[in-house]
Each structure stands twice: as C-alpha cells, then as structure tokens.
C-alpha cells in the first residue's frame, strides 16, 4: 500500500532529497547522457602541463578516410571518426579544445610546421623522412589492404610483381607511393611492364578510380579497404591484407618538446584506461591495430 505523505512532510523532506541529489551527482549516476568519464589520471597531468588549459588548438586533417576522419553525413559542418574522437579526448585530458583545418594530405606536415595547425591527428603514418618534419606520438599497428576491382582481373597478390602492368591509384605523399615504385626494377628484371602511378589528393578520389576502370589497384590502410569494400560490395574487393614496417603516428611540431610530452602521456592515459581499444571497436576498426603509444623523433 502506498503511503501519501502530508504537505508538511514533503518540505521537510525536500532537504534531505535535495542532499541525496547531489550524492548521486557527485557520483556519477546521473551523468549526461552520452558523457564518458575521463582516464583517472587526467586531472594531474592538467596539473603538470598547464599551459594548454583553456586553449583552443588547430588540428590538420585530411577528412577522406571514413572510420579515421570524415565529414559526418548528418552535419557538414562536423567531422567524425576515431581520429576525431582520440584528438577530443586528448583535449579534455589536457584541457585544451580543438578546432579543424583541412587539407590535402601531403599538405598536412607542413601546414603543422608553417604554425598554421598545432597537432596532426589524420591516420599518417610515422616514417623517420616524415619525423624531420615534426616528432611523432605513435599509437597503431599498420596493416595495408590491397584494393582492387571485383575478381581481381590483374590477379594482384600483394606489393609485388603481380603489379607489374598495372595502373595504382595513390594519394600523393602516401608511403605506398615508394613501394610501388621499388618494383619498377624488379618488372624490368622479369621482362614485364613496369606499374604505373596515379597520384589523387584524397581515397575517395583513389577508390572512383578503380571504380571508374582507370585504376587496377589501390593499397591504404586495411581498415579503409575494407570500409570501400562494404561501399561497394558488387563491384570491389580486397586482394590481400600485407603489412608494412610503420606505426600511425600524431605528429606535433619539432619545437615544442613539452607539448610532445604532454600529448605522449595522456594518450598512455587513453591507451591504459580502455578508451583507445573501445574506439576502434565503436569505428568498426581492426582490435589488431591497437598498440602501446611510443615516440618517433628525428633530429
């Protein structure tokens, strides 16, 4: 049986409900919906590294691989992905938030060391040619995935000579580029036609390619492979996943050492607490791809 009380003990009571309000508050309970608590050992580093509280940073981005950084679908005026999520949560942990300039990718190093930008968070590899442009925070194994047109037709297998004769689709400034062009010997050692490069600004451009019939291949990142793939279930595949000898890296600039620092410890933070692990699988990404955080410099 429910018991109604009087009008004068429900104001006495409002003292008391009002204290185990805030209880519950302080707790945690009743959270905003959709909040994630920070890594327990955010609020000292905002301590140690104060200089970015309350500031508002510029982080470059190429926003062309769907899963990493994209332009969200239900706003163009936003940008989505793991990249987006991992530089937001590095910015609460430090105290500092970001806002977003784009760019072509080869444009993204040197609009960092231009002062134009403060941080790259846009699924770059870290390579010791790149880290003469800006010091790296590594945080994710790579694995290539080789992209090409339902059935195969070139019977590609990988960054080898079944390339030979083949027209690859690349963005410039990618470090497949190279690679490729490393079997341009090998072909002519065989008696087989050397590969040939298209060179785009972004994968969507790449992936039109071999759609279109003008591209036989294209090799990324095996998470945007495989997201092409689902796009366009009846008309692409994956050949092959291949790995290569490179993590991905944040890039921040080369003088600014106690930046590196402060963003090198609080993706430990992320790293430690589970949140980088639980991102990939929010973004459909490879578990694989995770890895403890690591420093890439250069002089």
Not at 56 to 73: K, Q, R, S
Not at 113 to 123: R, T, Y
Not at 213 to 236: C, E, H, M, S
Request: aromatic share 8%.
């Amino acid at each position: 049986m429910h018991k109604w009380l009087s009008s004068e003990a429900r104001r006495a009571s409002l003292p008391w409900r009002r204290a185990v309000l805030v209880a519950i508050v302080a707790a945690g309970f009743l959270a905003p919906v959709g909040a994630q608590a920070l890594p327990a050992g955010c609020a000292a580093l905002k301590e140690k590294y104060p200089d970015w509280k309350g500031k508002t940073l510029v982080n470059a981005i190429n926003p062309h691989t769907p899963g990493y950084e994209a332009i969200d679908p239900k706003d163009p005026s936003k940008y989505v992905g793991f990249d987006i999520d991992l530089g937001e949560e590095i910015g609460e942990c430090l105290g500092f938030k970001l806002t977003y300039k784009a760019v072509t990718f080869a444009a993204l190093l040197t609009t960092l060391a231009s002062g134009q930008a403060d941080i790259v968070i846009s699924d770059i590899y870290a390579t010791e040619e790149r880290a003469k442009a800006g010091d790296f925070i590594t945080y994710s194994k790579v694995f290539d995935g080789v992209l090409v047109a339902k059935g195969n037709p070139k019977k590609i297998t990988g960054i080898n000579t079944t390339m030979c004769g083949a027209a690859a689709a690349e963005n410039t400034g990618y470090v497949e580029v190279p690679l490729i062009q490393a079997l341009i010997p090998q072909c002519k050692a065989e008696g087989k036609p050397e590969p040939t490069l298209q060179l785009y600004d972004n994968n969507a451009n790449c992936i039109q390619a071999i759609l279109a019939g003008r591209a036989d291949t294209y090799v990324n990142d095996v998470n945007t492979v495989d997201n092409a793939v689902k796009a366009y279930p009846d008309k692409l595949e994956k050949a092959i996943a291949v790995t290569i000898p490179y993590s991905v890296g944040i890039a921040v600039p080369k003088d600014k050492p106690k930046f590196r620092e402060a963003v090198h410890a609080a993706m430990m933070e992320i790293y430690k607490s589970g949140d980088q692990a639980a991102s990939l699988k929010k973004w459909g990404l490879d578990p694989n791809n995770l890895m403890e955080p690591g420093l890439l410099m250069v002089k």
